[in-house]
Structure formats: structure tokens, C-alpha cells
């Protein structure tokens, strides 16, 4: 009797714990991509229709919901770096995350941008005058993950 209290006290508070943990986390995750998380943003999210074409190695992964940071200038690209690790957790995204749509995709470009910064979702584009502008972090969070419909 003794054995079979000490196992309750002791494993049942563990797994009812590691049950809490698991569908806590199940809610975090399937919340990330639910529409209904756009508060006043509207469906479209922050930025404007995307006008700015990308690189064509890229056009397949934004439609999928990753998101592209475009920059002409390599001093910004370090910065834009950090952004997109803290965001998407890397800043060296592998196929599978592009693929999934989980990617924060950094390039510097020879191509004449619009602005210093364009970011680019899958139907929206930002344009912003500095890397570290807080409406790239907003536009990333917003557009990461959300394919084109």
C-alpha cells in the first residue's frame, strides 16, 4: 500500500504537469495561424498589396508564408539578421522551414528597391526608411506562417 501511495504522489503530479505542458503548447501553436489573431490588423495584416517583385528563387517560399527582408546595403543585412533570428528563430532558415512557411528569409540585393528596407509576405509588402524600424518585427510576427490564399 505504501509502494502504491508513493508512486501517486510522486508520478501523478509529473504527468498531470507534462499533460498541462503539452496542451498548453498545442494552443500556442495552433493559435499562431488563426485569423482571428489579427486584432485590428483586418485579414490583410500590416503593409500594403505587395507591388515589389522578388527574387525568382524566393516567389514559391513567400507563397508558402515565409517572409523576405530585402536590403541593397550589407551594413543592413547583419541587422535584418538578428531580426529574422528573432522571429523565426534562425536567421539561416533550411529548405524544410522555407518550405513550411516558417522562414524569415534575408537578401541583399542589386535590384532598385523602393526603400532602404522592403519586406515582403506573400500578398503584402512594407517599405521602411531603416533596418531597425519596429513595423519590420510587426510585419514579420504578423505575416509569418499566413501562405497566400
Known amino acids: ?9 510522486t508520478v501523478l503530479p509529473v504527468a ?4 498541462a505542458v503539452a496542451v498548453g ?15 485590428d490588423r483586418g485579414a490583410t495584416g500590416p503593409g500594403t498589396a505587395r507591388t515589389t517583385t522578388p527574387p525568382p528563387r524566393l516567389d514559391a517560399t513567400l507563397r508558402r ?3 523576405v527582408l530585402l536590403t541593397t546595403t550589407r551594413q543592413d ?16 532558415p533550411t529548405p524544410a522551414l522555407e518550405t513550411a512557411g516558417q522562414a524569415v528569409v ?16 506573400a500578398t503584402r509588402e512594407l517599405r521602411a526608411a531603416s533596418p531597425t524600424d519596429p513595423a519590420l518585427r510587426t510585419f514579420a510576427e504578423a505575416h509569418l506562417g499566413r501562405p497566400a490564399r
Open 16 to 19: 498531470v504537469l507534462a499533460i
Open 65 to 67: 508564408g515565409s517572409v
Open 77 to 92: 543585412v547583419a541587422l535584418l539578421r538578428t531580426l529574422a533570428t528573432e522571429v523565426a528563430g534562425t536567421a539561416d
Open 106 to 121: 534575408v537578401r541583399q540585393t542589386t535590384a532598385l528597391l523602393p526603400a532602404r528596407v522592403v519586406a515582403l509576405s
Open 25 to 39: 503548447a498545442a494552443l500556442v501553436l495552433a493559435g499562431r495561424d488563426d485569423d482571428a489573431t489579427a486584432g
Open 1 to 9: 500500500m505504501r509502494r502504491v501511495r508513493r508512486v501517486l504522489t
